[in-house]
Nanobody, 119 residues
């Protein structure tokens, strides 16, 4: 199983980035949800956004609502996070997650991609 994140980097405040998470080694559509989490230095990992497989419904942390958009391409088994109006407090390592709560359960993580928002 692999979740490979890409698209991170250094961006100025107010800028945009698009993160990608390419999934392989499991059946993408069986995940109950694909999610993006982030972890800033000295802080706990937090949920940023998630999208369900059943109907594509989305959920966002209050801190990113209106600025971030999560989407998925089932044909490419890839999930995206479009980030706009970035703020310094968005600086973190961003992780992709695939989770299934029903049997057979699983909870997969990517290796993370660094996002730095700084002038």
């Amino acid at each position: 199983v692999q979740l490979v994140e890409s698209g991170g980097g250094l961006v100025q405040p107010g800028g945009s980035l698009r993160l990608s998470c390419a999934a392989s080694g499991f059946t993408f559509r069986t995940a109950d949800a694909m999610s993006w989490y982030r972890q800033a230095p000295g802080k706990e990992r937090e949920l940023v956004a998630s999208i369900t497989s059943a109907d594509g419904s989305t959920n966002y942390a209050d801190s990113v609502k209106g600025r971030f958009t999560i989407s998925r391409d089932n044909a490419k088994t890839t999930v995206y996070l479009q980030m706009s109006s970035l703020k310094p407090e968005d600086t973190a390592v961003y992780y992709c997650n695939a989770r299934r709560l029903h049997l057979p359960q699983y909870n997969y993580w990517g290796q993370g991609t660094q996002v730095i928002v700084s002038s």
